[in-house]
């Protein structure tokens, strides 16, 4: 038994044989390229580039240098033995100004991205939209203005006019909460607005072009196309067995779980629990609640941990503040993330609860550590024990006949981990930044071992 082996007895035939297993990336994380062959800028070419923005006034303009370097990086993922590859677009590579003219060249590289996978039996599974707005329409108001809704159509249909004929998987968003969460009320993420007045239409706006995206690749794809989109969720409890904190955590999971999933699902935004979101009707016109609306072939959905809450009157909106991991000395990764498998399980029992929801994958799941390399070898114990206590609720939610068809990994390489820069390493396979030397972690190797 090597080190990287803490236990034999996980192993992919214990699930269904239909199960789906993957690896996720983003494009603004991994490409690099910032520049190249005519894309244009997106929101975070500018936010990373402006200093203060992230950790050590890192950026995203070279990152894993995946646009020049994918074919290495595919043979890798082959060798892992992975076969499915979920990747995002960058919207501004193919409309450099967001709308109207397209660039070809940009088009080319993800015709030889989807290609060379499919040829190297690897499925693409698509993400259209993993938070890179074009610049272009940050400046006329981005995620705030409605007109995204239709400046979002015309990427939409571009991609499923161009990669449709063979990408069968496709995710309109990646994590809505986040990146208008971060992105329009937090200022942390780009583009850097903050307050509820940037907030509240970026979440109305957001639901209405991922029902329409949905309604879009439905009419342009091959009848057999899966479309689906992706949600950040995590498992939410009251810190103290008090109804005031069972009160402030219910408010939070409405914000972190419910806020996109039920609307789309006919249920309308969660305002009950959490009254702030009845402003969003300042925004809503006419017919919107049935546009909100759409029946996705599956649903994504990407947890990494549990976030334990106690009532706070003083926190404006929420009344709710959450309890570092740090604090409650739990064990947590370098993102300070509290390590609680169960969560998974329990996000999965909770979203098969939607009985509108046809289909679930996780489609993420993943640690950082502080990886060394000690002889060449990076033997990243804890993210394999992440694994294999993360696998094993997946497994058992199978066994309990829960709806669950698939688990991605977070994530194939170490990448630009937004707001944190290169700090936190996700990767199943390390990179060094300075020379973009790739070296398979050992718990990639696991990985490679529970697939085989
Ligand atoms: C995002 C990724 C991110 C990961 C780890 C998810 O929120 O989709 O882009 O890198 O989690 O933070």
Not at 48 to 76: E, R, S, T, V
Request: aromatic share 14%; with cysteine.
């Amino acid at each position: 038994m090597t080190n990287r082996t803490l236990t034999q007895s996980l192993h992919k035939n214990q699930f269904p044989a239909h199960f789906k297993w993957g690896v996720s990336v983003a494009a603004y994380q991994i490409e690099g390229a910032h520049n190249s062959d005519g894309k244009g800028q997106s929101i975070w070419d500018v936010f990373a580039n402006q200093k203060g923005n992230i950790h050590l006034n890192q950026h995203g303009n070279i990152a894993c240098d995946f646009y020049n370097q994918y074919q290495q990086d595919i043979q890798l993922l082959k060798q892992l033995n992975i076969p499915n590859f979920r990747f995002s677009i960058a919207w501004s590579r193919i409309l450099p100004n967001g709308i109207g003219d397209v660039n070809e060249a940009g088009i080319a590289y993800y015709n030889q991205l989807i290609d060379y996978c499919i040829a190297q039996k690897i499925e693409p599974w698509l993400t259209l939209y993993h938070w890179d707005l074009p610049y272009a329409l940050e400046k006329k108001g981005g995620w705030t203005n409605r007109e995204v809704i239709s400046w979002f159509s015309q990427f939409v249909s571009l991609c499923a006019t161009r990669f449709g004929n063979r990408v069968k998987h496709w995710m309109v968003m990646n994590e809505p909460v986040v990146f208008t969460g971060a992105g329009y009320f937090l200022g942390i993420h780009a583009p850097g607005r903050r307050g509820m007045d940037n907030f509240l239409p970026a979440i109305h706006h957001t639901t209405l072009a991922i029902a329409e995206g949905g309604r879009i690749l439905k009419k342009i794809l091959p009848p057999d196309a899966q479309v689906g989109t992706t949600f950040s969720c995590s498992y939410i409890q009251p810190y103290r067995n008090l109804p005031r904190d069972q009160k402030a955590a219910n408010r939070v999971d409405a914000l972190l779980n419910r806020l996109f999933i039920e609307p789309l699902l006919g249920l309308g935004y969660p305002d009950k629990e959490l009254p702030i979101l009845k402003n969003i009707k300042k925004y809503m016109q006419p017919g919107d609640e049935h546009k909100m609306v759409f029946d996705f072939d599956f649903i994504g959905i990407q947890n990494y941990t549990r976030e334990v809450v106690k009532n706070a009157w003083f926190t404006p909106y929420i009344n709710a503040s959450l309890i570092a991991a740090p604090k409650r000395k739990v064990a947590t990764t370098a993102m300070r993330w509290e390590i609680y498998p169960e969560a998974i399980y329990k996000m999965i029992e909770k979203f098969s609860a939607y009985t509108n929801i046809k289909k679930l994958y996780i489609t993420e799941n993943g640690a950082a550590f502080a990886d060394e390399i000690k002889n060449g070898e990076i033997n990243d114990i804890e993210r394999i024990k992440y694994f294999e206590t993360h696998i094993a609720q997946v497994l058992k939610a199978t066994q309990d006949g829960l709806k669950i068809d698939g688990y991605f990994v977070w994530t194939l390489t170490d990448n630009f981990e937004w707001a944190e820069g290169y700090h936190p390493r996700f990767g199943l396979i390390h990179v060094d930044f300075d020379t973009q030397k790739r070296t398979i972690k050992n718990s990639g190797k696991w990985f490679t071992d529970f697939l085989s």
